[in-house]
């Protein structure tokens, strides 16, 4: 497996694919962002993915991965091929809101199951659900809803706010609003994909606020909290875990320190998954495990736990058996609300330095089995 690792870490914006097995079998299409900016979140969904699979040892599924080059015409293109040429059962991958609300309803409609790693926006949780969309990870608005539990338990009472001008941002600054009872001093939209924040900045450095709520994820959220440091600013920040996941803390570096985040999952989640998972996915990769790793693991594993039950081809039997959930999860006990989005606990995590490593520890426990607050006008 690792010569296979380091192969498809080479290939990047390359395809390739890889049989592994089955009792019953499927072709899974994996479109993900490995290339260009958010690269590591991809590459991190794609190698939590496949460690999976290699420790099922299953020949009887076919995994084609391809880049999405974090490009919604592409990720369609992609879409397109894979389902009527490649002839997959099951897509998943992607990253990024703006492209699975370009890809995911064409997808289902089309019979194809989708399974997401990591992007849950909110129209696709509420009135816009399907049976065959399935959300592995989490709905956009939930680590942001948690960030304002947190802050409201801090004694935060004024908060800028900040994210990106896309679907992800919009539910994440919605997610705060909805639970946080202070006062929002300051709105604050940039654009997807921006490195310099001096204006926004500016902004947070003029205001009234005691705390700062930003969603930026990426190489966003390095290039607004390095900036953030030099500038001298002290407003407190509270955040999401995307700026503070393990991929990206090392480039953050001392700037990241003691910042208070959300998350579903942590490396220290004490359970017997997730402490081999995160051995093993160290041992094999060589670096510690991501969020975006953990939730390709348990992508993966949801699929290969349906295939055990029900054949992919028998689509109301092999939804059923997704429905039940019966995988061991690295967060420990996992379910689906009635829109297929995981009901879950989500923490509080401090960034802390183990070593020479930037790395999160859970401080406590901001909010206990959370469901989204679209699941209402799901009618499935």
């Not at 019966?326 to 379910?335: L, Y």
């Amino acid at each position: 497996m690792k010569k296979l690792s380091a192969f498809l870490a080479t290939l990047l914006g390359f395809s390739c694919a890889i049989s592994l097995a089955h009792a019953e079998g499927a072709k899974i299409g994996m479109i993900t962002t490995l290339s260009g900016g958010g690269a590591g979140l991809g590459i991190d969904v794609r190698d939590g993915f496949l460690l999976a699979l290699n420790q099922a040892d299953n020949p009887n599924v076919e995994l084609v991965v391809e880049d999405d080059q974090r490009a919604v015409d592409v990720a369609v293109q992609l879409s397109d091929r894979m389902i009527q040429s490649e002839k997959v059962d099951i897509l998943t991958g992607i990253i990024w809101s703006n492209l699975a609300l370009a890809v995911v309803p064409g997808a289902v409609q089309q019979g194809v199951f989708y399974l997401s790693p990591n992007a849950g926006p909110s129209a696709l949780a509420g009135k816009n659900c399907h049976a065959n969309y399935f959300n592995v990870a989490w709905q956009n608005d939930n680590l942001h809803e948690a960030a304002g539990i947190y802050a409201n338990n801090a004694g935060f009472e004024n908060s800028v706010i900040v994210a990106p001008n896309y679907p992800a941002g919009i539910d994440a600054l919605n997610g705060y609003k909805r639970y946080f009872t202070g006062n929002i001093t300051n709105e604050i939209y940039t654009k997807l994909g921006q490195d310099d924040y001096a204006a926004e900045i500016a902004q947070i450095r003029a205001s009234d606020a005691d705390s700062v709520f930003f969603f930026l994820p990426a190489g966003m959220g390095i290039a607004f909290l390095k900036q953030y440091a030099q500038s001298g600013v002290d407003t407190p920040l509270v955040g999401p875990a995307f700026s503070f996941d393990q991929g990206i803390l090392q480039a953050v570096g001392e700037a990241a320190l003691g910042v208070r985040n959300t998350s579903q999952w942590s490396k220290d989640i004490d359970n017997p998954t997730n402490r081999q998972f995160v051995d093993d996915f160290s041992a094999e990769y060589g670096r510690l495990p991501s969020l975006y790793a953990s939730q390709g693991f348990d992508t993966a594993n949801l699929i290969l736990s349906a295939l055990q039950t029900a054949d992919v081809n028998d689509a109301e039997a092999f939804r059923e058996a997704l429905k039940v959930a019966n995988f061991n999860s690295v967060r420990g006990d996992f379910s689906f609300g009635p829109n297929h989005h995981p009901i879950q606990d989500i923490y509080v995590r401090e960034v802390i330095k183990e070593g020479d490593v930037f790395t999160n520890k859970i401080v406590e426990v901001a909010i206990q089995n959370h469901a989204d607050i679209h699941a209402a006008e799901c009618q499935m």
